[in-house]
C-alpha cells in the first residue's frame, strides 16, 4: 500500500526526489522494501535506487525475472488481434503455431490457452522442471522449451479442467509472434 500511495504522489509531483529516498531508504531499513527503483518523468530521471540486503546481489542493471506479470500483457495482445479481425478464440492454436504446432493439441484453440483449460502441461510439470528453465551454463531457445512439452501427454480434454500453465503462454506468445511478423518482446 506504500508504494501505490507513493506513485500516486509521484505523479502528482508532490513527492521529492529526497523524499523518494528517504521513504525507500526508511522501508529498507526496516525489510519493507528489497529491490530496485526507477523513477521517471516524461525523460528525465527523478530518482533511481537499489535496496537489498549484504546477502544479495544486484544493482540498478540488473535484469529481474518478471515471472507471471507478462501473462496480462500477453492476453491483452491476444485480445488486441481478435479485435482486429487477425485471429478468434476458436482457432486452433496449431493454425498459428507453425513448425512448433503438436498433433497432441489439435482439439486446443486460443480461449482454452488464454484460461488454462488446455491441458497442456506446465513448464514446471515436466520431469527437468527448472533446470529446463534456469540452467546454469547457456541460455534456452523457444524450440527447446517447446520441445520439452510438445509430446507430452494433454492432463484433461481441452476446457474440461482449469490447470495453470506457463506453457500456454509461452505457445500464445508464439501466436503473437506468428500473426504480427515481430518478436513478442517488440511487440510488446
Request: net charge negative.
Amino acid at each position: 500500500m506504500k508504494t501505490l500511495i507513493l506513485f500516486a504522489f509521484i505523479i502528482s509531483g508532490f513527492v521529492s526526489q529526497a523524499q523518494i529516498q528517504e521513504i525507500f531508504e526508511r522501508e529498507a531499513l526496516y525489510q519493507q522494501f528489497n529491490g530496485v527503483v526507477l523513477v521517471k518523468e516524461n525523460d528525465s530521471l527523478i530518482f533511481e535506487g537499489c535496496y537489498h540486503s549484504k546477502n544479495e546481489n544486484f544493482s540498478t542493471t540488473t535484469a529481474f525475472d518478471v515471472g507471471s506479470i507478462t501473462k496480462q500483457f500477453t492476453a491483452l495482445a491476444i485480445l488486441q488481434m481478435v479485435q482486429q479481425q487477425k485471429l478468434n478464440l476458436d482457432d486452433p492454436i496449431n493454425l498459428h503455431l507453425g513448425e512448433y504446432g503438436s498433433q497432441r493439441w489439435k482439439k486446443i484453440n486460443i480461449h482454452h490457452l488464454l484460461t488454462h483449460t488446455s491441458g497442456i502441461p506446465s513448464l514446471f510439470q515436466t520431469e527437468q522442471g527448472l533446470e529446463m528453465l534456469m540452467p546454469d551454463q547457456a541460455s534456452v531457445s523457444k524450440s527447446q522449451l517447446i520441445n520439452h512439452f510438445k509430446e507430452a501427454k494433454l492432463l484433461f480434454s481441452p476446457g474440461e479442467e482449469f490447470g495453470y500453465s506457463n506453457s500456454g503462454y509461452l505457445l500464445l506468445a508464439i501466436i503473437i509472434e506468428h500473426i504480427s511478423g515481430l518478436d513478442f518482446v517488440q511487440y510488446l
